[in-house]
Structures are given as C-alpha cells and as structure tokens.
C-alpha cells in the first residue's frame, strides 16, 4: 500500500513565523498535492506538483509556497503565517491520470 | 460550473441500522467518481472508485451506486457500526484534466 506521511499531527505556530509542513511518499508517485480543510468549505487545492522541481498553484495559492527537490517530497511553507491559516492541512499523491490517490493523515496547524 | 453536492450534511442513526448517502455532481466530462471515509482528524481513505461504466461496487458493507445519466452517486451502509462515524466526501473526477472535484462531506454519527 502506498504510504503517504505527514511530519506533524498537531502544530501550533505564533504569528508572522515561518512554517514547514512536510509530506513524503513511498511509492515512485509523480504527483503531488497539498490541500486545506475547514469546515463547510471542503477541501481546497493550494499547490501541486507533477514532476521534481515543478509545481503549479491551485485554487488558492496566496500566502504559501511549496518546495519539491526529491519525487518522494513535497513540502508546503507558509513565509509568515497569519491566523487564518488555522486549518487542516492535507497532503495527497498519485500516479498519472489521479490513479491511485491517496491521502497523508493531516496536520492540524494552529496559527495564534 | 464544475460543482459536488452531497446531502444530507449531517446524519445521526442508530447502531446496526442501515444509511444512504446521496451525491449530486455537474462535472463533465465525467471520469469517475470516489467515495471516502475521513475519520476525526484523519486524512480521507479511500472506499470505491467507480468509472462511467460502473453502476454498484460494493467494499464490505458500504456500497456505491453511480447513475451516469441523472449524474447522481449513493454510498449504502449496511448494519451500521460505531466506528463507521466518519465524514464521507464525494469525489469526482473530470475526464482529460484529471482534475478532482470535492463534495463537503456529510458527517455521520452512529449512537448504540
């Protein structure tokens, strides 16, 4: 089965910080996602990447970033985190055409 | 528009009843349309994935129903458990894109 892990279950971070979220897959996947989770609003696409050193912005983008230098990782990084970046954060991968999608166990991101 | 709609949004039943929950997509062209169960603070696993010719997949005691033409989708849970209290997200995909459409979800609790 493939694995998809996120580093951090819970993080509280302060204002204005810089945040690292990580996601790392073990199965040769070329694609990479990142997405937020609130409720009523779903899940919401940031970035993702198809292949090492590419990445393409999602529905919305604004106020992160995202880093992928090896296929198996793919990290999302807030510059300076602000408190309505409190959410769920969740990470997914898959194989060409969404094959094989799966989702990371979510990092619950706390911004006070 | 691209839109997922699930219903109800929130659904209490007792144990070892039965439920279905519905899923209404305009996404077209249509690829496939997935099923998951995300429990508390979880990411979303996946239970079916079913393609524009597949009416009934089953995976224990969920089954999914897809209705191509009235682009409607059903998860049926028999003998309801527990630890089937979960979050279920209605997924679908665009054919050429691959692009994946999320629903909100509908929250289920199960009550002994």
């Known amino acids: 089965d493939v694995k998809v892990t996120q580093s951090s279950r819970y993080l509280v971070k302060r204002t204005g910080e810089k945040v690292f979220l990580e996601c790392v897959q073990d199965m040769d996947h070329e694609n990479m996602f990142w997405y937020r989770q609130d409720p009523g609003l779903g899940l919401r696409l940031i970035y993702f990447s198809y292949d090492v050193k590419m990445k393409e912005k999602g529905d919305i983008p604004e106020g992160y970033s995202v880093s992928r230098e090896k296929k198996e990782r793919f990290s999302l990084i807030l510059e300076s985190a602000s408190t309505n970046q409190t959410s769920m954060y969740l990470c997914a991968s898959s194989i060409q055409g969404n094959y094989g999608y799966t989702f990371g166990s979510g990092t619950r991101l706390t911004v006070v | 528009k691209n839109q997922v709609e699930q219903s109800p949004q929130s659904l209490i039943i007792l144990e070892g009843k039965n439920c279905t929950l519905q899923c209404n997509y305009t996404v077209s062209p249509f690829s496939n349309l997935r099923w998951y169960k995300q429990d508390t603070g979880r990411g979303p696993v996946s239970l079916t994935i079913?393609?524009?010719?597949?009416n009934t997949k089953s995976n224990g005691r969920y089954t999914a129903t897809l209705d191509a033409d009235t682009k409607q989708s059903s998860l049926h849970i028999t003998a309801s458990q527990l630890s089937d209290s979960a979050s279920y997200i209605c997924?679908?995909?665009?054919?050429?894109?691959?692009?994946?459409?999320f629903g909100t979800g509908t929250r289920l609790t199960v009550i002994p």
């Open positions: 079913m393609t524009f010719s597949e």
């Open positions: 997924v679908v995909s665009d054919a050429g894109a691959n692009n994946l459409f």
